[in-house]
C-alpha cells in the first residue's frame, strides 16, 4: 500500500494552480441525469471521488467521455435508477443522484450510506424533503426505495443546513409541479455553483447562496456547458501549507472571498495574506499567535479546513481552541498529530492544542481526507522524516497534492510500503 514520505523543514516558495472543486464536480455530474442530452462540464479536478462518481452514472448507463479537464455526460441512454451500497459506502455523496433520479423516472434506490469516520451523516433530512415534494419511501434491505408519479412543489425547511440534502432537493424540484421553497438552506458557493448549472440546464431558480431557495419546477431540462469552480478548500490546504513552512506562496486560479473566513484567522494568527480578484499571496512563519476557531456552515469557518488549522496551530505559541459543531466525530487526527509532538487534549467538542516549539517526524495514519491533509502540513513543517500510511484517502480529494507541494519547494514522494 503507498505511503507518503516526507522530509520537513523547507520553506515553500512560488505559485500553484488551485484544481476545481471536487464538492461542487460532485453534484454537477449527479445533474447531468436531469437531462436525456449531452451536459459538458470544465475544470473538473482528476481526483478519485470524481472517478466514483462518472462510475455510478456509467452504471446508470450514461457515456462518459473526458477532454483534459472536461468530462461530458451523455445520458440519453441512463435507464437504471439504483445507487448500489457498494457505491454509497466508498463516497457518500453518490446519495447525490437521488434527486435527479426521482426527477427524471420518479424513481430512485439509494443505499443508506451508514456511519463514517466523521461522524454518522444520516440523509434523513433528504428524505423528508423527497417526501414533502410528494415522493413514497420505504427501507428495503438497507436501500431507500423512492417512488412519486408525480413531484409537486413543496415548502421545506430544513432542520439545519445540509449541503448535499440542499442540493439534492434543488434537483428533485426541478421536475415538480409548481413552486418549491427550500428554508434554513445551504449557502456554500459549491450550492450556488449547481444552481448555476442547473439555471443554464433550463431551470428556474432563484436565492441560491442565501437560507432561502425559490425553484419553479417543471422546465424541459436540456444539456449545457459549465465551468467548475475552484476548490476553497483546496486553496485554504496550500495557503496554511504556507505558513506553516515559513514559506511564501500564491495561490492561482481562485477565489479568495470564498476563504475569507480562514484568511482572517491566519492575519489574526500574524500571517501575511495579499489578495487580488483570483489570487491569494501568504506568507507567515511559526510561532503563530493562538487563534480559536469554531466551525460553521457557511461562510463560517469550514469543516473541511479543522484539521488543517489545527496542525497550524500546533505551533502557537500557546493556546488555542478548536470547535467542531458539524460532524461529531471529526477529531481522528488529533492522536496523530500528537504523535507528531503536539499537545493536543479532546474535550467534547472542543480540541485543546497547546502550541510546540517544534514538531518530531513519525509514522502516522490517515483516517479521512481532511485529517490525511492535516498530516501532510504536519510533516512538512516537522523536523526529520514522516511517513503517512493510508494516503489513499487523499487522492480522493487532492489533486496530485504531492507533485503541487513538490513545485514549492517540499521534498515528499509516494513510496510503496509495507503499512496496513
Ligand atoms: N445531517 C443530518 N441529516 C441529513 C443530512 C445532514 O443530520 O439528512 C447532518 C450531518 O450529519 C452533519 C450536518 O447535518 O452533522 C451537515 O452535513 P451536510 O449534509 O451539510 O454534509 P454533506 O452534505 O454530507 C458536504 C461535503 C462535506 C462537508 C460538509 C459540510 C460534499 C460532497 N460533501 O457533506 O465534504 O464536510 O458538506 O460542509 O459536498 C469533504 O470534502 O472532505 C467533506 C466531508
Known amino acids: 500500500m503507498q505511503e507518503l514520505r516526507i522530509i520537513g523543514g523547507r520553506s515553500l516558495r512560488g505559485s500553484v494552480q488551485i484544481s476545481g472543486a471536487k464538492n461542487a ?12 442530452q449531452t451536459t459538458t462540464l470544465s475544470n473538473m479536478p482528476d481526483v478519485k471521488d470524481v472517478g466514483s462518481m462518472c462510475a455510478l452514472l456509467e452504471a446508470l448507463g450514461a457515456r462518459i467521455s473526458r477532454v483534459n479537464d472536461s468530462i461530458s455526460v451523455d445520458t440519453s441512454n441512463v435507464d437504471r435508477h439504483n445507487a448500489p451500497h457498494e457505491l454509497v459506502r466508498k463516497m457518500r455523496a453518490s446519495v447525490l443522484v437521488m434527486g435527479p433520479l426521482l426527477a427524471r423516472f420518479g424513481m430512485a434506490e439509494v443505499a443508506l450510506p451508514g456511519g463514517c469516520t466523521i461522524g454518522n451523516r444520516p440523509i434523513d433530512l433528504h428524505i423528508a424533503a423527497m417526501k414533502k415534494l410528494g415522493a413514497d419511501a420505504t427501507l428495503i434491505k438497507g436501500d431507500t426505495h423512492l417512488t412519486a408519479s408525480t413531484l409537486k412543489g413543496a415548502r421545506i425547511y430544513f432542520d439545519r443546513p445540509t449541503v448535499t440534502g440542499t442540493e439534492n432537493v434543488m434537483m428533485a424540484a426541478t421536475a415538480a409541479d409548481g413552486e418549491t421553497l427550500l428554508e434554513n438552506a445551504a449557502r456554500e458557493p459549491e450550492v450556488v455553483d449547481l444552481a ?3 439555471v443554464k440546464m433550463g431551470a428556474n431558480i432563484s436565492g441560491a447562496g442565501t437560507d432561502t431557495i425559490r425553484v419553479i419546477g417543471g422546465q424541459l431540462m436540456k444539456g449545457a456547458t459549465h465551468e467548475i469552480i475552484s476548490d476553497r ?10 505558513a506553516m513552512t515559513g514559506g511564501i506562496v500564491t495561490l492561482t486560479h481562485m477565489n479568495p472571498r470564498m476563504i475569507s473566513s480562514l484568511l482572517e484567522k491566519m492575519r ?3 500571517c501575511k495574506v495579499v489578495e487580488t480578484d483570483t489570487t491569494v499571496t501568504i506568507s507567515g512563519l511559526p510561532p503563530f499567535k493562538p487563534v480559536d476557531i469554531s466551525t460553521a456552515e457557511y461562510p463560517g469557518f469550514p469543516t473541511d479546513l479543522q484539521a488543517q488549522f489545527m496542525a497550524m496551530m500546533c505551533l502557537a505559541d500557546g493556546e488555542a ?8 466525530d471529526r477529531f481522528k487526527h488529533v492522536p496523530e498529530l500528537n504523535r507528531l509532538g503536539a499537545e493536543i487534549v479532546i474535550r467534547g467538542r472542543s480540541a485543546f492544542v497547546r502550541g510546540v516549539k517544534n514538531l518530531l517526524g513519525a509514522i502516522v495514519t490517515a483516517s479521512d481526507l481532511r485529517a490525511s491533509a492535516s498530516l501532510v502540513l504536519a510533516g512538512l513543517a516537522a523536523q526529520d522524516e514522516t511517513r503517512i500510511l493510508r494516503i489513499y484517502h487523499l487522492d480522493r480529494g487532492y489533486y496530485r497534492m504531492e507533485k503541487k507541494l513538490s513545485a514549492l519547494g517540499a521534498d515528499i514522494g509516494r513510496i510503496d510500503g509495507e503499512g496496513p
Do not use: H, K, Q
Open 196 to 198: 448555476e448549472l442547473l
Open 268 to 270: 489574526s494568527a500574524g
Open 233 to 242: 478548500i483546496e486553496a485554504g490546504t496550500y495557503a496554511v501549507s504556507a
Open 321 to 328: 481552541v478548536i470547535t467542531e459543531n458539524i460532524f461529531e
Open 25 to 36: 464536480a460532485l453534484p454537477a455530474l449527479a445533474a447531468c441525469l436531469l437531462t436525456n
